[in-house]
């Protein structure tokens, strides 16, 4: 939560389910994705498949697998959460 606090981004993190849910309701499909996008999935969490993340997301730069941590991962991981972050930012940078 306070990733969205500090940065303003709680809006824009919630268009992504306003935007489902209206494409649900209309039958309209939503633009792929084309901002630069990062996953991290940790071990005890959803496991997201490449092919659909893929076909929503065009510019995945980053795409990460870790062997512990879960869906709160700042609390079950935080150390790898945070060095992806960090990964995920420096290749941003160049």
Same mark, same amino acid.
């Given at each position: 939560?306070?990733?969205? @606090?500090?940065?303003?981004? !709680?809006?824009?993190?919630?268009?992504?389910? #306003?935007?489902?849910?209206?494409?649900? &309701?209309? %039958?309209?499909?939503?633009?792929?994705?084309?901002?630069? &996008?990062? &996953?991290?999935? =940790?071990?005890?969490? =959803?496991?997201?498949?490449?092919?659909?993340?893929?076909?929503?997301? $065009?510019?995945?730069? !980053?795409?990460?697998? #870790?062997?512990? %941590? %879960? $869906? @709160?991962?700042?609390?079950? !991981?935080?150390?790898? &959460?945070?060095?992806?972050?960090?990964? =995920? =930012?420096?290749?941003? !940078?160049?």
């Amino acid at each position: 939560m306070s990733l969205y @606090w500090f940065t303003n981004t !709680a809006a824009s993190a919630a268009r992504f389910y #306003y935007e489902n849910h209206r494409a649900a &309701l209309t %039958g309209e499909p939503a633009e792929p994705t084309t901002v630069p &996008l990062g &996953l991290a999935a =940790f071990a005890f969490d =959803f496991r997201a498949v490449r092919r659909f993340a893929e076909r929503d997301h $065009h510019n995945i730069v !980053a795409w990460n697998t #870790y062997d512990r %941590g %879960g $869906h @709160w991962a700042t609390h079950d !991981a935080s150390d790898l &959460l945070a060095e992806d972050i960090r990964q =995920f =930012f420096a290749t941003m !940078a160049r």
